[in-house]
C-alpha cells in the first residue's frame, strides 16, 4: 500500500460534519456497539486526509449503514475504537469538500392583501388574499469541490483486534484497507492482511483495553523505504 506524506497537510479552516446524508442533512442511526460481555471485535477506525480542496468538507463513516463518530487527531488525522460484533460488516466511508457562494435572484414573494368582498347586516365585510410580486434577494448557494468515497467489507473474529482505515488524497482518490494486529513474542503488535487465513485471536489480548497508533515516516525505526508504516501499541 502506498502512503502520502501527512508533513504536507493543513486543516486550517476545516469543519468536519458527520451528517446523515453528504449535501441532504439527513439522518443516519448511531452504530450500536455489542456490550464488552457479548462476543465481540476491537476495531480502531482511522480517516487519513493527505489533501484538502476547500474551507469545508462534510465527510460521513458507516458500519452496516449506520454512523460512527471519530475523534479529531493532529496532522489531518480522526480515530476511534469501537466494539463490532463478529459479523459479516460493511465499512462505508464518504468525503465531499463544498464552499458557499451568494447571488442575487428574483423570487416571487407573496403579500397579504385585506378588501371589502361584501356586506352583512352590521356593514361591510372583508376578506383577505394573496398578492404576487417580485422581490430581489440574497440566495446562498453550496458548490461542490469534489470527494471520494469507498467501501471496505470485513468478517470480524471474536477477540481479535484490527485497524480499519480510510485515506483521502483528493478527488476520485481514495482507498480503504483492513489490517490485523497481533502481538508477536515481544509484546509488540505487527499488522497483517484481514482475510480467511488470518489466524486464531491471541488469547493474551484484553477485549477493548484500548489502542494507540502513529505514522512513522519512511527512513525511521520501524519506517519502510517505500513509505510509511501505521505502527499500533496497546494504551498504557
Known amino acids: 500500500m502506498t502512503y502520502f506524506s501527512p508533513a504536507s497537510l493543513s486543516r486550517l479552516g476545516l469543519g468536519l460534519l458527520a451528517l446523515g446524508a453528504l449535501g441532504a442533512g439527513g439522518c443516519v442511526r448511531r ?20 489533501a484538502t480542496l476547500g474551507t469545508n468538507v462534510d465527510e460521513i463513516v458507516t458500519i452496516n449503514g449506520e454512523a460512527v463518530t471519530l475523534s479529531e487527531g493532529g496532522g489531518g488525522v480522526r480515530q476511534g475504537t469501537m466494539r463490532v ?3 459479516g460488516l460493511q465499512y462505508g466511508f464518504e468525503t465531499e469538500f463544498y464552499h ?3 447571488t442575487q435572484e428574483w423570487r416571487t414573494v407573496y403579500d397579504t392583501q385585506r378588501y371589502q368582498c361584501g356586506y352583512n347586516r352590521t356593514g361591510p365585510v372583508y376578506c383577505t388574499r394573496s398578492v404576487p410580486r ?10 461542490s469541490d469534489g470527494g471520494c468515497g469507498a467501501a471496505l467489507d470485513q468478517a470480524p473474529l471474536a477477540g481479535a483486534v484490527y485497524l480499519v482505515q480510510y485515506e483521502f488524497a483528493g478527488v476520485g482518490q481514495c482507498q480503504a484497507t483492513c ?14 492482511a484481514c482475510g ?5 485471536p491471541p488469547s493474551p489480548f484484553p477485549p477493548s483495553a484500548g489502542y494507540v497508533s502513529e505514522v512513522v515516516p519512511a527512513g525511521q525505526a520501524g519506517g519502510t523505504s517505500g513509505g510509511e508504516q501505521v505502527v499500533v501499541q496497546p494504551a498504557q
Do not use: C, K, W
Open 85 to 87: 460484533r463478529p459479523e
Open 100 to 102: 458557499f457562494i451568494q
Open 134 to 143: 417580485q422581490q430581489l434577494v440574497t440566495v446562498t448557494n453550496r458548490i
Open 196 to 200: 480467511p487465513t488470518e489466524p486464531p
Open 179 to 192: 489490517q490485523r494486529l497481533v502481538q508477536d513474542a515481544s509484546g509488540q503488535m505487527q499488522a497483517t
Open 31 to 50: 452504530y450500536s456497539q455489542p456490550s464488552p460481555e457479548e462476543p465481540h471485535a476491537d476495531v480502531q477506525i482511522r480517516v487519513v486526509h493527505h
